[in-house]
């Protein structure tokens, strides 16, 4: 008998909404756009009381922790209850603690460090930097994702691309705001080209968990994460081989207990012609 596992037979059972695209969208865009706030609040603030360079740096880094829980909240709103449920204060902690590091890591140049992004290699670095940096939030949410995804990784690229993307359309946007003297124009423009980025932003990182969805490992139902290992995969090899063992003994039997049936039946019809 073959123990080949076509898919898990545990998982989506208990999934009682379906991943949608406009879901996810619909919650990430509200919550990303609604993390953007705590950073507008604390530049105007910072500008108009001249804060020190190192107490902007740290209030930026604090909005970050901010603006990683509020998207993780709603990235966990989207997937609750589908294929790919994850722990929502788990999914909400990493969030705010991968963004937070990210805006700590991509500060540093403009606080700390002024690099001649004039020069080649050293724009190259930059470039290099930023990609990694921007990695860094995806990374610690596969973190979680793995025990529910195989092949977790995958999120990395996605949401990476997805976020630079949008930050090429949102730079895109401020181009036409250059020579602008009219601030409403200028606002406007960007408030525009955030609004975009972030749509695409969202609709891109939707795409992609419903490709990752097709891999999910468990189902939310039994509130197990089951780790994609070799001894969890082996064992659940083992209980598949030994489920289909059970399944074959029960159709066995139930094929003899009917054959008994019909056996008795024609006993008895026998009998009651001969009386």
């Known amino acids: 008998m073959s123990t080949a596992v076509q898919f898990d037979w545990w998982v989506l059972m208990a999934a009682t909404k379906a991943f949608t695209i406009p879901r996810w969208s619909g919650y990430v865009v509200i919550m990303t756009a609604a993390s953007f706030i705590p950073f507008s609040m604390v530049t105007l603030v910072s500008v108009l009381d001249n804060w020190f360079g190192i107490l902007q740096y740290f209030a930026f880094v604090l909005m970050g922790l901010v603006q990683g829980a509020l998207i993780g909240f709603g990235q966990a709103l989207a997937m609750r209850k589908t294929s790919v449920s994850v722990p929502g204060k788990q999914w909400v902690l990493v969030s705010?603690?991968?963004?937070?590091?990210?805006?700590?890591?991509?500060?540093?140049p403009g606080f700390f460090v002024t690099p001649d992004l004039t020069n080649?290699?050293?724009?190259?670095?930059a470039a290099f930097f930023i990609i990694v940096v921007v990695s860094l939030f995806p990374y610690v949410?596969?973190?979680?994702l793995r025990y529910?995804?195989?092949?977790?990784?995958?999120?990395?690229?996605?949401?990476?691309g997805s976020w630079l993307?949008?930050?090429?359309?949102?730079?895109?946007?401020t181009l036409l705001t250059r020579g602008?003297?009219?601030i409403f124009k200028a606002v406007g423009i960007m408030t525009v080209g955030g609004t975009i980025a972030v749509i695409i932003i969202a609709v891109l990182q939707g795409y992609g968990m419903r490709y990752l969805a097709k891999d999910v490992i468990a189902s939310p139902r039994y509130g197990n994460i089951l780790p994609d290992t070799p001894r969890v995969n082996a064992a659940k090899r083992k209980v598949s081989?030994?489920?289909?063992?059970a399944q074959a003994r029960a159709k066995a039997a139930a094929k003899a207990a009917k054959v008994k049936a019909k056996s008795a039946t024609k006993k008895v019809a026998s009998r009651t012609k001969r009386r």
């Open 96 to 108: 705010a603690l991968g963004t937070g590091a990210t805006w700590a890591i991509a500060l540093i």
């Open 120 to 125: 080649l290699i050293y724009s190259s670095i």
């Open 141 to 144: 949410q596969t973190r979680i």
């Open 148 to 160: 529910r995804i195989r092949g977790a990784w995958r999120w990395i690229p996605i949401t990476t």
């Open 165 to 173: 993307i949008g930050a090429l359309v949102f730079g895109l946007f």
């Open 180 to 182: 602008d003297v009219n």
């Open 241 to 245: 081989k030994v489920s289909n063992e």
